[in-house]
């Protein structure tokens, strides 16, 4: 079945640190791939995504890009907020009929970020 | 602006006693889902619904049951709570046809 494996935390970074935090995943098809951020207390929210080879998620300056080659999905940020500190978790989509996706998580990394 | 709202926020259990979680959204989603979270384990999915009157397994579905009786809920009941049901349980909804997922806050649940 399919999986997503990301890197083990806790990340401990300082402010304005390079941030990296690995995704590779095992998939039939062509799924659809996802970075969630999940704050303190609250529940999951869409960070970027990508939906085929080669794409360039992005937003709130994380980036990720989807490599077909090595089943890749990694997240990067070039300069991190302590407003950054959070659980991230990387997941791909796979259609199981009747419209419907379900979602595959990796196990999510936390990150802190220390001023 | 509510989207997904879950409640009860939190909740203690004894072994043995019935609950039901309740979701809303407000979005018109057809699709709903409950997720259940645990260190370590990311999320896993429990059951899912793809419209009104259906509901569907997903990778942990043993111990609970769920119902879809109106397209804006999706319940989520433990019919005899076991300490391995504490947990962090998450709803999520999401339109037809597009992959991305609206998530609650979460209800957290204690079994004694």
């Known amino acids: 079945g399919d999986s997503v494996t990301q890197m083990e935390g806790p990340v401990t970074l300082s402010e304005e640190a390079f941030l990296t935090i690995n995704c590779t995943y095992t998939a039939t098809g062509y799924p659809s791939l996802f970075w969630y951020v999940q704050y303190p207390g609250e529940g999951l929210q869409l960070l970027l995504k990508?939906?085929?080879?080669?794409d360039k998620g992005s937003n709130k300056g994380f980036e990720a890009t989807y490599r077909k080659e090595t089943t890749s999905f990694h997240l990067e940020k070039g300069s991190v907020q302590v407003s950054d500190s959070a659980v991230y978790f990387c997941?791909?989509?796979?259609?199981?009929?009747?419209?419907?996706?379900?979602?595959?998580f990796g196990k999510g990394t936390k990150l802190s970020v220390i001023p | 602006n509510a989207g997904v709202t879950q409640t009860p926020k939190f909740r203690v259990l004894k072994t043995g006693q019935s609950m039901t979680l309740l979701c809303a959204q407000d979005?018109?989603?057809?699709?709903m889902y409950w997720y259940r979270q645990d260190p370590g384990m990311g999320l896993r999915l429990i059951h899912y619904?793809?419209?009104?009157?259906?509901?569907a397994k997903g990778e942990v579905p043993d111990g609970y049951n769920v119902s879809r009786l109106k397209k804006q809920n999706f319940l989520l009941g433990l019919e005899s709570a076991a300490p391995s049901q504490t947990s962090v349980y998450f709803c999520?909804?999401?339109?037809?046809?597009?992959?991305?997922?609206?998530f609650g806050s979460g209800t957290q649940l204690s079994v004694l």
């Open positions: 619904s793809v419209g009104e009157g259906t509901t």
């Open positions: 999520a909804s999401s339109p037809p046809g597009q992959p991305k997922l609206f």
């Open positions: 997941a791909l989509s796979s259609y199981s009929g009747a419209g419907s996706y379900q979602l595959t």
């Open positions: 990508a939906t085929k080879a080669d």
């Open positions: 979005m018109n989603h057809e699709y």
